[in-house]
């Protein structure tokens, strides 16, 4: 198949909901490169009727489309595959009205990543408007979800924090080479990762030159986490993690730690991790001695993985970079809609991170 379109030889027609917001700014960015996709459709609800490039000057000059208000039919009308780039709650609704239309649906919100509509009342506070969807849904990490995303008409793009965690933590649980009960993770955000939205601790004079933990030991990243943890093993897992917010943009740079079990030294850690990921493109395992940067992946769809081993405490240190808005939201939609789509899932996506 020409890796550049779909199966039947046409672009695929593609809109983005929510996008006015960082996300969807950022899959516009992606997809305006992508060469089997035309964008179609765009809403927003505070810049209806506002042409792209004025709500996001960045793109001037590159998309001529006009925002409409959300209306599923008129969305549906155009796409044969649709982003959700809107918060919780919001989604959820949306995609309830959009699939029966018979498009795709790639939600970036945390909508139809749990699976337990129990669960998601305790950590959202809302009733789930679609339970039953909650089981067809398919968790869009393509590295551990790639053939159920083949047949999937709606994706749930994991979180920015789970995307690095679980990729940190994979290859140490499924060879069991750690101890479950010992996982801790610290992980730091840049600001965007809290949306576009107006809040008063994300305003300059608070943000800049702080670092602050926040929602600790209460992140509703965590049963997020340890659902697709206790999936990967088959038993119950639990984790201690604690996100930090610092004053730059982009980026996630994720520690992690875990008691081994086993006598391996860090040279036989590489190598499980390179032959766990060696056809993943978008995973890079470092050589020895070199840890992840969030400027090393910054607009990249890459997560990189940093090992160490501390043999005085025999725990192994496991550090994640990427980009939050990229491989940890909008660059992974757009790789679980090329499996979704038969394409080449690098396609519209191998791009070099941005640096310095
Ligand atoms: N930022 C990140 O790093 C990541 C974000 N996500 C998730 O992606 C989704 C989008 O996040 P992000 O782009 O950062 O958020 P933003 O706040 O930047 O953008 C949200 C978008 O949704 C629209 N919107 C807001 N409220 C409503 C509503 N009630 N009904 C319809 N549209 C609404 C907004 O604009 P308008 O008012 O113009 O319609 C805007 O286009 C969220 O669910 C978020 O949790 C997931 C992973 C990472
Ligand atoms: C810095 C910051 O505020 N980050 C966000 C993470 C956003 C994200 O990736 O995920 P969701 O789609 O699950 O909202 C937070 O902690 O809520």
């Known amino acids: 198949m020409n890796p550049q379109m779909d199966d039947t030889g046409q672009k695929i027609r593609v809109a983005v909901v929510g996008a006015s917001g960082y996300t969807g700014m950022e899959l516009l960015r992606l997809l305006i490169n992508h060469p089997a996709v035309e964008i179609t459709a765009l809403t927003s609800e505070s810049y209806a009727d506002s042409p792209i490039e004025e709500v996001l000057p960045s793109l001037f000059g590159m998309l001529k489309l006009t925002c409409k208000k959300f209306d599923p039919r008129e969305v549906a009308k155009h796409a044969d595959v649709v982003f959700l780039a809107v918060p919780h709650k919001t989604a959820m609704a949306a995609a309830v009205e959009l699939l029966p239309l018979g498009v795709k649906v790639i939600d970036l919100s945390a909508d139809f990543r749990l699976r337990d509509p129990a669960v998601y009342r305790q950590w959202?506070?809302?009733?789930?408007?679609?339970?039953?969807?909650?089981?067809?849904?398919?968790?869009a990490l393509p590295e551990f979800y790639r053939q159920q995303l083949t047949t999937a008409r709606l994706a749930a793009a994991p979180g920015c924090y789970p995307t690095a965690v679980l990729l940190g933590l994979f290859p140490l649980l499924k060879?069991?080479?750690?101890?479950?009960?010992?996982l801790v993770i610290d992980a730091i955000s840049g600001a965007s990762g809290?949306?576009?939205?107006l809040d008063l601790p994300l305003h300059f004079a608070e943000l800049e030159g702080n670092v602050k933990a926040y929602k600790v030991a209460c992140h509703r990243h965590m049963p997020e986490i340890e659902q697709e943890l206790s999936r990967c093993i088959g038993r119950d897992v639990m984790v201690t993690f604690t996100p930090h917010l610092v004053g730059t943009v982009r980026g996630i740079l994720a520690t992690i730690t875990a008691t081994l079990v086993t006598s391996k030294d860090v040279k036989e850690l590489r190598t499980l991790y390179q032959s766990w990921y060696q056809d993943e493109p978008f995973v890079r395992i470092l050589p020895d001695g070199r840890f992840p940067e969030t400027k090393q992946v910054r607009g990249s769809n890459f997560c990189d993985i940093g090992l160490a081993v501390d043999a005085r405490t025999r725990r192994v240190i496991v550090v994640v970079a990427i980009d939050n808005l990229v491989k940890g939201a909008s660059g992974q939609a757009?790789?679980?809609?090329?499996?979704?789509?038969?394409?080449d899932e690098r396609t519209g996506l191998r791009l070099p991170p941005l640096f310095p």
């Open 194 to 197: 809290a949306g576009r939205k």
């Open 175 to 182: 060879r069991e080479v750690v101890d479950p009960c010992s």
């Open 334 to 343: 757009i790789q679980a809609m090329n499996v979704m789509m038969g394409l």
């Open 124 to 139: 959202y506070g809302a009733d789930h408007a679609a339970p039953e969807l909650l089981k067809e849904a398919v968790y």
